[in-house]
């Protein structure tokens, strides 16, 4: 008969699960980036010898492919533009994506739920559908081959879903701490900088990455408004210049895809909880009740606020204090 396991045996074996598990996801999510440095950093013609094992490298590794970017390409305008655009389209987001929540989570106004939920239904609507007029907007105000062109765009896809996802998050806060404000002096534009920003920060820097997200992985409406070299974002400037017909400068391509996202994606990791909560709260606050019942259930639960004392006990302890 079999002796039983012990504990360590038992946990010993969980972890194998755990961890055989795990591994085949690691595998698939760090390959490419692993290819990537690999690729980045190989000469071309260890890159494209066929009968040697592709993995590592065979030659000593080169700096070549990163130093022609810079030297051959406008690959630093093109990193500037991107931060810029980014930088802009955050900015524009928050101006006008925050007010227009806090109205329609906070404010009473007649088909606030209704409109929300219009708001974010422009979000779906296919970039492409959008190409036509924006084209024509773009034109009208001189703004083709600039990047200002992609700032003024931009927003038309990240307020809406910002909008969105912040009114679920304004509607998780309780309304106490704005009707505190407002006995102090404060008005509604007052608690909205004072007291609701400050407490937000997880949903406003939400949507400050997804701003930052589109803006440096969109391709379409770069390529489309923007065509002199000097002002591409990287995501258009990258392929347009180092893929040239059948010509492709992978060492090239790996080491721009490189610089620009590992940075990013490293940043974005200091943030990861934030983000996550962000989101939650918002769909939390979008899928919750808004009625009077379930406001109240909602602010009772987030405060723990103690049961009140009943009439009677109130009187008690009133003739007591008088004795």
């Known amino acids: 008969m079999a002796a039983p396991r012990t504990r360590r045996q038992k946990a010993i074996r969980h972890h194998l699960w755990i961890y055989g598990a795990i591994t085949p996801y690691v595998i698939i999510a760090v390959f490419p980036i692993y290819w990537m440095v690999i690729t980045a950093f190989k000469q071309d013609s260890d890159l494209y010898r066929m009968d040697v094992f592709p993995l590592w490298f065979h030659r000593a590794p080169t700096w070549k492919h990163f130093s ?109 701490i704005e009707e505190a404000a407002r ?55 990258v392929p347009t210049e180092l893929i040239r017909g059948d010509v492709f400068f992978w060492g090239s391509l790996m080491a721009a895809a490189l610089m620009v996202g590992l940075p990013v994606a490293i940043l974005y990791n200091f943030f990861l909880d934030r983000f996550i909560q962000g989101i939650d709260s918002g769909e939390a606050g979008s899928t919750a009740g808004t009625g009077p019942a379930n406001s109240q259930g909602a602010k009772l639960s987030f405060l723990s606020l103690p049961p009140e004392p009943d009439r009677d006990d109130r009187d008690t302890r009133g003739a007591a204090s008088d004795i």
């Open 68 to 176: 022609y970017l810079f030297t051959n390409t406008n690959y630093g305008a093109w990193i500037i533009n991107t931060m810029a655009i980014a930088t802009w389209v955050a900015v524009i987001t928050l101006l006008v994506g925050v007010p227009a929540a806090y109205a329609l989570a906070r404010l009473r106004i007649p088909g606030s739920e209704n409109l929300g939920i219009a708001v974010f239904m422009t979000y779906l609507v296919p970039a492409i559908i959008l190409f036509l007029p924006l084209s024509r907007v773009v034109s009208v105000l001189g703004l083709q081959d600039s990047w200002w062109a992609l700032v003024l765009v931009y927003p038309t896809i990240t307020i809406p879903f910002c909008t969105w996802l912040l009114m679920g998050f304004f509607k998780t806060l309780p309304m106490e």
């Open 183 to 237: 006995v102090d002096g404060c008005g509604y534009l007052g608690a909205l900088v004072r007291v609701v920003l400050p407490v937000s920060v997880p949903g406003i820097l939400t949507s400050v990455i997804f701003a930052f997200t589109l803006s440096m992985q969109d391709f379409l409406y770069g390529l489309a408004f923007v065509a002199p070299g000097d002002q591409k974002p990287v995501t258009v400037g």
